[in-house]
């Protein structure tokens, strides 16, 4: 069992930065594929960023390619999202996600842990 909860979400300018952080408890989050999703209103959850088993590869959907990065701290079980650029086509509630390793997958289903979610609101 593992909990996670995010923190960092708020409302910012069309071209800021936001960074998100899921900090996990329980198990260490290396032993997880972790992943960071969000969900806009009336629309379906959708894969933002992974990192894989061990966080030795990242992967991005192609609308935050270049702008977002995903990374992990080991020694205190945090996993972040740095977001940059941000465009109003960002604004959602966002999740961060563990999933059984090895690979990241970008189907929420994969992921057996969620946590409550962070709200991201960027004005243009």
């Known amino acids: 069992q593992v909990q996670l909860v995010e923190s960092g979400g708020g409302l910012v300018q069309a071209g800021g930065s936001l960074r998100l952080s899921c900090v996990a408890s329980?198990?260490?989050?290396?032993?997880?594929?972790m992943g960071w999703f969000r969900q806009a209103p009336g629309k379906e959850r959708e894969f933002v960023a992974g990192?894989?088993?061990?966080?030795?590869?990242?992967y991005y959907a192609d609308s935050v390619k270049g702008r977002f990065t995903i990374s992990g701290d080991k020694t205190k079980n945090t996993v972040f999202l740095q977001m940059n650029s941000l465009k109003p086509e960002d604004s959602a509630v966002y999740y961060c996600?563990?999933?059984?390793?090895?690979?990241?997958?970008?189907?929420?289903?994969?992921?057996?842990?969620w946590g409550q979610g962070t709200q991201v609101t960027v004005s243009s």
């Open positions: 996600a563990a999933g059984t390793p090895p690979r990241v997958r970008l189907e929420p289903k994969a992921y057996d842990y």
């Open positions: 329980g198990r260490a989050f290396s032993n997880y594929v």
């Open positions: 990192i894989s088993w061990g966080g030795s590869t990242t």
